[in-house]
C-alpha cells in the first residue's frame, strides 16, 4: 500500500502542474487579447520584428474604420476569407482543399482572424507549435470581439508593401489620398497584394496584380457588394 501510494504523490503534484500551466496559459491568452477589443494596439508582433531586423521605415497610422472606404473591407473579404462574416475563426472546408492539394507550396487557408492572430501576436513560419498558438488566440479573439472590430485592426496592421502597415499608410504612400477616398479598383489593388506584398506592388501593379485585382472585383459583385458585411 505504501508503495503504491508513493508513486502516486509525484503523478498527483504532475497533474496539479499542468493544471496551474493550463490556467495560466488560458489566463494570460485572455490578457493579451480581450483589451483590445477596445483598446487601440500600439504595434504589434510583426511590426516590431521589422524594426528590429529590416534597415527601413515603418509606415502606419491607425484609423478607424468607419474612415475607411467601405470598399477595402469587403475587397480583402473577397480576396482573403469570403465566409468571414459567418465563420468562427477556421474555415475547415478551405483548409480541407488545401491539404489534399498535391503540389509542393500549398497555398494559405488561413482566415483573417488566424492572420490577424498570427501578425498581432507571433512570427512567421509554419510549426506545429505555432500554428498551435494561433489557433488558441483565434479561438479567444472569436470569442470576444465582433467581427467589426476583428476587420478594423486586420485593416490597420496587414502589410500592403515592405513597410507600410495598414490602410492608411498605404493609400496615403500608394495613391495619394485618404482611406476614406478609395475607390473600388484602389482597394481591390491592396487586397490583391496581400498574399505577398513584399513582392507584388500596388504602387506600381504588375499585369497580374491587375488580373487578381479584376477577378476581386468580380467576386465582390457576386457576393453582393457591401451589403455582404452587415456589420459595417
Do not use: C
Request: proline share 7%; hydrophobic share 40%.
Amino acid at each position: 500500500m505504501g508503495g503504491k501510494f508513493k508513486r502516486r504523490k509525484p503523478e498527483k503534484k504532475l497533474l496539479q502542474w499542468i493544471g496551474k500551466g493550463l490556467v495560466i496559459t488560458v489566463l494570460a491568452g485572455f490578457a493579451l487579447t480581450v483589451p483590445f477589443r477596445w483598446i487601440t494596439p500600439p504595434t504589434t508582433a510583426f511590426i516590431l520584428q521589422h524594426r528590429i531586423f529590416k534597415d527601413t521605415p515603418v509606415h502606419r497610422q491607425w484609423v478607424p474604420l468607419d474612415k475607411i472606404s467601405r470598399s477595402l473591407p469587403i475587397a480583402v473579404v473577397a480576396a482573403e476569407d469570403q465566409k468571414f462574416p459567418f465563420h468562427n475563426g477556421f474555415d475547415f472546408e478551405e483548409l480541407s482543399k488545401a491539404l489534399g492539394e498535391n503540389r509542393k507550396h500549398r497555398r494559405g487557408a488561413s482566415t483573417i482572424s488566424q492572420q490577424l492572430a498570427k501578425n498581432l501576436y507571433l512570427w512567421p513560419g509554419r510549426s506545429l507549435f505555432r500554428k498551435a498558438l494561433e489557433a488558441y488566440l483565434t479561438v479567444i479573439i472569436e470569442s470576444t470581439w465582433p467581427k467589426y472590430r476583428i476587420l478594423e485592426v486586420y485593416l490597420n496592421m496587414v502589410e500592403f508593401g515592405p513597410g507600410v502597415y495598414g490602410a492608411d499608410a498605404a493609400s496615403r504612400l500608394f495613391f495619394r489620398k485618404p482611406p476614406g477616398g478609395l475607390t473600388a479598383r484602389e482597394a481591390a489593388i491592396l487586397a490583391a497584394v496581400l498574399p505577398d506584398p513584399k513582392r507584388l506592388s500596388a504602387r506600381h501593379p504588375s499585369s497580374y496584380v491587375l488580373r487578381r485585382a479584376g477577378k476581386i472585383r468580380a467576386s465582390v459583385r457576386a457576393l453582393g457588394g457591401n451589403s455582404y458585411l452587415p456589420f459595417l
